[in-house]
């Protein structure tokens, strides 16, 4: 359906501004609001769009599409030059934990280091995310603007527990500055296993360290400690086939 | 000296915060804001600190501070919570390059990626960072955050000019995606060597990659590209001691 739209206070119109401004709406209704054209052809292509909103031309006609003036894309968008197309889209539903190799993150609050794990998660061949409930929400445009549509790419789970992941038979790999070995004293093709990175202050919380069954650190010289997002790269290119 | 100020409308309150809005000018001045009492601690020990500015209690009797209201801080602050301590602080001046390591940073554009690069350049004992003139600025606030006091750890060179730093006898490494080999077909302990890192969009320019001794990639699986701090990390890493 093709609706030409030219009121901001259209009811759809509306209803999108609200989704725009409430994070916990969108969890809760599993939506998202991606940006520009690229985003928007990969949700479509992973089946996962379901409306767009374009100043310009709409893109497809099984998809339901609002043409609206510029001004109101403005009002939609995070971004500082308005695109020219906006969508919602959805993640899948993927319930079941599996893969051989999943990345658990343990209350990472920064939604570029979120983005940009996920982006080398998938760059890498991993099979998942794991989420916990405390970090930053994948609902939050930030994350989606510095996954780079990686978004689409690999499944993202909920799950706070990890000895529930544990108990299907992954090894645990969590990394550590102290009392912890070289990763490289750990075979590289380690699997099913789970790289459990942690918040950025804090680390991997007390009761993920004790499900460990290999506490891993990057050697360095000069300073205590890596960004986040820079550990998980070099780990998961070296856990990997 | 220790100046108690009320009024904003103070020249020196003036002329601090004509500084944080003008980037030219911290350029021209090699000039700083720092925020925190971390990152003036740091400045101090490294003598690259000028000027204190807090509500709460001097830090060093050697220093110029400005005891003001916090109302002034929050004129200064570019954080949304704003700290007790603030500070201007220099670079260190250091013209000639030298050192085993180097990075070279072709147009890097994101201050978030220029600050976890160079925290990385600190972690893996690298020996200086060269940026080119297009590139984010190292006098950039967001750049200034991301590195997380690694900015007063290694030396910050200004060259545009690749050619002559390859004329020193650096062996220049080029990351790539096309006509690139497996890094780990060139040997670890390269050195002297500059490992040169592409802007986001584009990669190195074209007549960086003629000078370049060495070409290459990080093979991937799923995607095509990686996000330019991650690459540099896994490259850092790999390449030292």
Known sequence: MIKNITSAANPLIKDIIKLKNDNALRKEKNLIIIEGEDLITLAYEHHLLDVVITSATPLYQDIDTYVVP??????????????????????????EIKGKRLIYLDNIQDP??????????????????????????????KFIQASKGAIFGLPIYFEDDLSKIKNLGYQIVVTALKGAKDYR?????????????G???????????????????????????????????????????
């Open 112 to 141: 570029g280091n979120l983005g940009t794990i996920l982006r080398t998660a998938l760059a890498f061949s991993y099979d998942g995310l794991i989420i916990n409930n405390r970090g930053v929400s994948p609902y939050n445009e």
């Open 185 to 197: 004293e750990v075979s590289s093709n380690l699997a099913p296993m789970v790289l459990v990175l």
């Open 70 to 95: 510029p001004f109101i894309l403005e009002k939609i968008s995070s971004n500082k030059s308005t695109p020219q197309y906006m969508g919602i889209a959805h993640y899948a539903q993927v319930r």
């Open 199 to 241: 918040n950025e202050g804090q680390g991997v919380q007390e009761k993920n360290m004790l499900l460990a069954d290999w506490i891993i650190k990057i050697p360095m010289g000069n300073i205590d400690s890596l960004n986040v997002a820079i550990a998980g790269g070099i780990l998961m290119n070296y856990f990997r086939d």
